[in-house]
């Protein structure tokens, strides 16, 4: 049986995305250049936001320093946006309230910021057994080791543990690590591009998870 799932936080958790495409756009209005669609910055949270940022300043690629200042320019807009219009999705506290297994936070969102977006959405309230953001090791997704510290954090087995996520960094450090990956279907990036990755179920909403967990 499933003892341990691993949750991804943007687009799996909480839906971050309002909040996310209002920061990009003041970052790229900031330094003159034109706004992103908002679906073009969704997609690029489940796939790589970072690389989406860097393509709008390519006279940057070459200067690890003015890559350094757009990435401080943007997270200092984002922790002005944070929590704004964020929420998190029906179903998840429901999940978190009643099932009998461990669950722990590995996300990309940098830790402190996570524990802030967790502390306002109350989610810091349920017992993780690890939230580990892009900082807090020295690997991050798709590395297996957040997904590996967790298991041994929790004493579990990688065939009694699920990684549940929306993005391709989800999927890939779900598969280095021998675990099985679930892809939401609600989150911000293609289902068919998360199968190709590796995800072997989907599900459209957090209300499924306890019933798909229970069949696997």
């Known amino acids: 049986m499933i003892k341990l799932v691993i949750f991804d936080l943007d687009g799996t958790l909480i839906d971050s995305a309002p909040d996310i495409v209002a920061t990009t756009n003041q970052l790229l209005v900031s330094r003159g250049r034109p ?9 690029a949270i489940g796939e790589g936001l970072k690389p989406l940022i860097s393509s709008c300043f390519p006279e940057a690629k070459n200067s690890p320093a003015e890559l350094d200042a757009i990435d401080r320019d943007f997270y200092a807009a984002y922790r002005q946006n944070l ?3 964020t929420t998190v999705f029906p179903g998840v506290v429901d999940f978190l309230e009643k099932t009998e297994r461990q669950f722990a936070i590995v996300t990309n969102k940098y830790i402190d910021l996570t524990e802030q977006t967790l502390q306002s959405l109350g989610l810091d309230l349920h017992p993780w057994v690890r939230v580990y953001g892009s900082d807090s090791l020295p690997e991050k997704k798709p590395h297996p080791l957040p997904l590996q510290e967790v298991m041994k954090a929790a004493g579990v087995k990688p065939e009694h543990t699920v990684m549940v996520g929306d993005g391709l960094p989800d999927m890939g450090a779900a598969r280095r690590a021998g675990v099985q990956a679930i892809a939401c279907g609600y989150g911000y990036c293609s289902v068919d591009k998360l199968i190709q990755a590796g995800a072997s179920h989907v599900i459209q909403s957090p209300f499924e998870l306890e019933t798909l967990l229970k069949e696997i």
């Open 83 to 85: 929590v704004v219009k």
């Open 35 to 43: 706004t992103l669609p908002e679906k073009t910055i969704v997609q």
